[in-house]
């Protein structure tokens, strides 16, 4: 009886301890995951075969979206030369190879010139010719149907800051969104699958490139109204002394309220070295840039990206750059979370952990 007894005082004992080891709190927090893929382009530090392989191989571990941003083959396009030749001899392979690692891939067909918006693409200079040209509106229309076609990439840009284009060459804007449009409907005719969008400069969106006040896009929904994705351009040290001055909503408010679109980040970043003296110096150290990294997850994660693309995943050595190097590209030369020699910069280790969340 006493034995019974005891049983019983241990088992009314043990039950609750029981519980409590199965219910003894709230649940733990969900692990962190990511709607965005992520990635890079296969831009090198220096223009060499050895390095542009050498760079794809180190973040094609770290990425699952790959971006090819290219001007158009401008030259060869406008002599006569078969866009589906060109591009099986200077892209299926690469895209092959992306494919082969999991990832999707974003093609994006810059129309001007992308490091001086307020100019021609560099290509149609070099050959006195121009976006306006019926001529080259149609080269540009036969090489996005043959993008869509061999590389069948999944989401297709047909400009690329659109807005930054319109404020920087009028001139040169309407010919931009006429060839966009007539590329779009093209597409459309062909049954292209891609997922077709043009970037915006969302700093000029935010008037943080011109008069400070917020502009928006809407001129850029209406003009280019077949998008389906809004592209984002983000350069946010063109604007904010550090990452954690950037507004909770700097990507949401981009948005329509009553016809919202899917958002990719598709070229960004910010540096890990200033660059220039006097009052427009940008001013950056590498701890400033490793805490770019989880302030851009989070407004990333605001607005449920599709993708975030860093352009460059090196530094560019501008002693080796093929003369002439651009007079604006040092702007830029420093955001790569590996250095021009490889070595890997605080920034990358918070990339990383970001890659490693399971996708949502």
């Given at each position: 009886m006493k034995r019974r007894s005891a049983l019983r005082a241990l088992a009314a004992l043990a039950a609750p301890a029981g519980l409590a080891a199965c219910n003894g709190g709230p649940d733990p927090p969900p692990a962190p995951t990511r709607t965005w893929r992520m990635g890079f382009s296969n831009l090198p530090p220096r223009v060499t075969l050895n390095d542009v392989m050498h760079t794809i191989e180190l973040w094609s571990t770290r990425g699952d979206l790959a971006a090819m941003h290219d001007e158009p083959p401008w030259a060869e396009l406008?002599?006569?030369?078969?866009?589906?030749?060109?591009?099986?001899?200077?892209?299926?392979?690469?895209?092959?190879?992306?494919?082969?690692?999991?990832?999707?891939?974003?093609?994006?067909?810059?129309?001007?010139?992308?490091?001086?918006?307020?100019?021609?693409?560099?290509?149609?200079?070099?050959?006195?010719?121009?976006?306006?040209?019926?001529?080259?509106?149609?080269?540009?229309?036969?090489?996005?149907?043959?993008?869509?076609?061999?590389?069948?990439?999944?989401?297709?840009?047909?400009?690329?800051?659109?807005?930054?284009?319109?404020?920087?060459?009028?001139?040169?804007?309407?010919?931009?969104?006429?060839?966009?449009n007539d590329a779009a409907a093209d597409l459309r005719a062909a049954g292209s699958s891609a997922v077709l969008f043009v970037s915006v400069q969302v700093e000029v969106a935010w008037g943080r490139r011109g008069n400070g006040v917020f502009a928006g896009i809407a001129t850029d929904r209406a003009d280019f109204a077949f998008m389906q994705m809004i592209g984002l351009s983000s350069y946010p040290y063109l604007g904010y002394a550090q990452p954690e001055d950037l507004p909770a909503d700097y990507y949401s408010r981009l948005q329509s309220p009553n016809s919202p679109l899917p958002m990719m980040l598709c070229e960004g970043g910010w540096p890990s070295q200033g660059v220039g003296s006097g009052p427009g110096a940008i001013q950056s150290t590498p701890a400033l840039q490793a805490r770019y990294v989880p302030r851009i997850a989070a407004l990333l994660d605001g607005v449920a990206a599709r993708g975030w693309i860093q352009l460059t995943f090196t530094d560019i050595d501008l002693a080796e750059w093929p003369p002439p190097v651009p007079p604006n590209l040092a702007t830029f030369a420093t955001l790569g979370f590996v250095d021009a020699q490889y070595a890997a910069k605080p920034a990358l280790a918070q990339w990383d952990a970001l890659f490693a969340r399971p996708r949502a």
């Open positions: 406008l002599a006569g030369a078969s866009p589906e030749a060109i591009l099986q001899r200077d892209k299926l392979g690469l895209a092959e190879y992306y494919r082969g690692k999991g990832m999707q891939l974003m093609f994006m067909t810059d129309l001007t010139d992308g490091l001086d918006r307020g100019q021609e693409a560099p290509g149609l200079r070099a050959l006195g010719r121009s976006l306006a040209e019926p001529a080259v509106q149609q080269a540009l229309r036969s090489w996005v149907l043959a993008v869509s076609r061999l590389l069948k990439p999944e989401y297709l840009g047909l400009a690329a800051e659109t807005n930054l284009i319109r404020a920087a060459a009028p001139s040169v804007y309407p010919a931009v969104r006429q060839t966009a």
